[in-house]
């Protein structure tokens, strides 16, 4: 064959000249003691090596991503991916896969040390840069109005800061400033951190917090807030909050600025970065229980809001029942039916989500009753059980609060749920045996609770005595008990009123800390008072002490404001408009009792118990109407309830009530004036600090107060209620 000379094969069937390996692979294939050619035994040799040499049948680039690769080796074809994406086609035999995970933390790793070197180099070049800072006091001096109407200041005390006014002499040098860029972690999700040697500065968005101001935070929110929602842990850090949770840190951050008096511009710069983090956190699936814990604390202090359509709260409370279930919170020993991942039971886990499942259910149903709807609670084994074991124990100011709301429940579900009636209301014959024996369940209650000797215990019962008695007003006229219906609601309106005016604990008083569905129940009682004194039941009750109590009650929501222009503030304005359109008469002795009519009724019934404060705007507008009343004169000067001069209300006054020691006092009335209780020590306030509201640029003016009924407000001119400070006595520039 051309001259090539081959090896022979000899009679035992080994060739002359290859070694053992090839003659046992010739002897496997038969040919040991076939007469076939060398050229065969050759091709059988090459197709053994190709065997024992894996074939590279996909591309570098798709073998990092595990794709399937069409790569044709002979003739070379670039595959179709790396044509399409313009990458190099290539094949190597010693290519492997680098792994995401390795990869990034390698680069944690760089960035690490990077920081260090820079920390390192910054603490040598700090102390030239930073130039001396003048005294808290003085920075105050020097915090003027104009500055605080604007988004990018720095606080008097250094709270938080934006990246627009960031430098070398303020807390970070500049190689922090690059060394804040490095952080993978950067965005609004809260996990950022600013470095100024070995301090962390939380950061959110372009709201960065010092630690002291941490810790004072989170001090105001155990101090004054946590009474009224005990279910944190305080001996927990805020860093270990951080952890586990930056929306539950953000959150309490937040709760504690609503009255920062250091800072009160904090709250607002929190307001929009905390919201959007809340929705970015809700997209994450899955949840941790802990953003739970931030959701009832966002539906019980919500932010300051200027129109109910622009207010979550009712939405978020549906969401966090709904993510509570979800989790499992509602079988905290059966957390493993509700994961893929294997579950095991910690003892102060469980009891933890015990607490948190209660904490629920308590918020939703005081959300569905301050807001008028049906309630999104579920009382099940785990709240109701008897059983021995400790970890389905609840703290006692848990479970009392547990069992005034499933009272609520009750009392909703018995008397606005009724399927057979378009608005869900029970019969009139069922109303009366109905009350009775909710009244009886509220005595027994009542006595069961008394024990415990907790103001704010006390409180929630009272609120849910008037959200029993707020029935009446969907009563039969003519029915022998009306009057006395009448009387138990005038007299629960008052007793929730003066324990909500006079509410103090070892702290001192605390109403301005009160959640928001106190506020709720406080509008509804003014609006009570409202309605029985402008009706024949006025013959019935002392007016020097209702008008008064009005009043007060007015200044009281007032003082739970923690915002020029929110709801709160706004409302208490409509309350003093609605008294003097209202008219409200002084009864006539007479000889016998008052005819009873009609004028209780309501023409807004679908809110529930809520139904009468919808039905009293509704019925506000419609008399301003009928009277011909000048709104634009009278809303010019809306805290002087039963002036009727119109010249009074001209805006060449309003200056002169805004500059008021006293505003909202009625000059013709002493007994309208505003009640003591609401000074600044009231408030929890220490003399000599501004007022914890905050500048009435915190939100765009939009004067719809009621939203869901803002058919019934069209037309209104603009309320000035950005010139009326939050407290009582307060100068307006207090507020600037």
Known sequence: MGGVSHPSVSATGGPDIVGPARKRNVAMAGLDSSPGSVDDVEDIELREEKKRQPVKRACNECRQQKLRCDVVQDPWMDCSRCRRLKLDCKIESNFKRVGKRSRNAEMEREIIELRKQIAASAAISMPQQQPQQPPPSLQSAQHTPKQESSSHVVSPAGVYHTPS?????????????????????????????????????????????????????????????????????????????????????????????????????????????????????????????????????????????????????????????????????????????????????????????????????????????????????????????????????LPEGIRARLEIEKFCDKLTRALYTNRRDPVGLCSDQERSTLISFLSRDYDELESQLKPQNDCITDLYLRAAKLHLHLSVFFDDTTGKDYRDRLLSLYAATRTFLDAAMNLETDVGPVLSYTPYYIYQMMVAGGCTLLKLCTSFFAAHINMEYTKNLFNRTIWAIRGVSVSSNDLPERLAEVLAQMWRLGSAPTPKPSTGSPEVDDSLMLKVRCRMSMS?????????????????????????????????????????????????????????????????????????????????????????????????????????????????????????????
């Open 165 to 393: 006014v960031m430098s070398s002499d303020q807390y970070m040098g500049s190689h922090e400033a690059v060394a804040s860029l490095l952080d993978l972690r950067s965005g609004f999700d809260g996990s950022n951190y600013m470095r100024n040697g070995t301090h962390h500065f939380k950061r959110i968005e372009d709201v960065v917090v010092v630690p002291e101001r941490v810790t004072e935070l989170f001090d105001l929110f155990f101090t004054f807030y946590h009474p009224f929602l005990p279910f944190l842990e305080r001996g927990q850090s805020p860093d270990d909050y951080y952890n586990v949770s930056p929306l539950l840190f953000w959150t309490i951050i937040s709760v504690g600025a609503r009255r920062y008096q250091t800072d009160t511009h904090l709250l607002n710069s929190l307001a929009g970065p905390v919201s959007r983090l809340v929705w970015s956190t809700l997209a994450d699936i899955p949840q941790s229980y802990h953003v739970v814990k931030a959701l009832c604390l966002l539906c019980t202090w919500p932010f300051p809001a200027s129109s109910t359509s622009t207010d979550p709260t009712f939405m978020l409370c549906g969401m966090m029942m709904q993510v509570s279930m979800q989790l499992g919170l509602h079988r905290p020993s059966y957390t493993q039916d509700f994961s893929k991942f294997r579950v095991e039971l910690i003892e102060e886990e469980l009891r933890d989500k015990v607490r948190t499942w209660a904490i629920c259910n308590i918020v939703a149903q005081r959300v569905a009753t301050g807001y008028g709807q049906p309630p999104s609670t579920l009382y099940d084994w785990t709240l109701s059980s008897e059983s021995l074991d400790p970890n389905f124990k």
């Open 612 to 736: 009468l404060l919808f039905d009293s705007v509704w019925r506000w507008r419609e008399d301003a109407r009928t009277k011909g009343r000048n709104l634009e004169a009278y809303l010019k000067n809306p805290t002087n309830p039963d002036s009727n001069d119109e010249s009074s209300a001209s805006s060449s006054v309003a200056p002169a009530h805004a500059s008021n020691t006293n505003p909202g006092v009625a000059r013709g009335d002493p007994s309208l004036a505003p009640a003591p209780l609401l000074t600044q020590a009231s408030l929890g306030v220490q003399s000599g600090n501004s007022v914890g509201g905050l500048p009435s640029g915190f939100m765009e003016p939009n004067y719809e107060v009621f939203d869901p009924l803002n058919w019934l407000l069209d037309g209104l001119v603009d309320l000035p209620y950005s010139s009326y400070s939050t407290l009582s006595g307060m100068e307006a520039q207090g507020i600037a």
